[in-house]
């Protein structure tokens, strides 16, 4: 952690709403910086001071001229309609690009799967003939459901 980003957090180091690992780090870095510590003494007396100090009151129609302002740098915004027949069209376009990609994709999965399938027939085969033969660790044959 650098010192610019311990000073920003040691509010928060006091007030322990740092993380685990954000206090751990916090900890190291003022263990070794002496700046960074220094600040860190000065925090609560400056909490203290802001604490104590009177909030100021808005003057006599800041509300209004608030608003006013925000309203006028505002983006004005664009009107822009989209008619029926072009939400129409899109989503036929949509639906037609969906149909043409489930197709490619189907017969590329339909392949994926039967190469899985006959792969786990060959597995099924050769598990079925080791059982069926004899025990490896015994020699004496395997009887399965009374076979």
Same mark, same amino acid.
């Given at each position: 952690m650098n010192c610019k980003n311990a000073q920003s957090l040691l509010s928060a180091?006091?007030?322990? =709403?740092?993380?685990?690992?954000?206090?751990?780090?916090?900890?190291?870095?003022l263990a070794t910086c002496e700046p960074c510590s220094q600040e860190l003494?000065?925090? +609560?007396?400056?909490?203290?001071?802001?604490?104590?100090?009177?909030?100021?009151?808005?003057?006599?129609?800041?509300?209004?001229r608030l608003v006013c302002r925000v309203l006028a740098a505002a983006p004005? +915004?664009? =009107?822009r309609r989209i008619s029926i027949v072009a939400?129409?069209?899109?989503?036929?376009?949509?639906m037609l690009v969906t149909m043409l990609l489930l197709n490619v994709v189907k017969p590329a999965q339909a392949s994926v799967v039967s190469d899985r399938d006959d792969?786990?027939?060959?597995m099924m085969r050769r598990d079925r003939a080791f059982a069926a033969s004899?025990?490896?660790?015994?020699?004496?044959?395997?009887?399965?459901?009374g076979r």
């Open positions: 180091y006091l007030d322990e =709403e740092l993380t685990g690992a954000e206090m751990f780090e916090m900890r190291s870095h003494r000065c925090v +609560p007396g400056l909490k203290r001071l802001l604490g104590s100090a009177p909030v100021p009151e808005p003057s006599e129609g800041f509300e209004e004005a +915004p664009t =009107e939400l129409a069209a899109i989503a036929a376009a949509s792969m786990a027939m060959q004899s025990d490896p660790l015994s020699g004496s044959p395997v009887m399965f459901g």
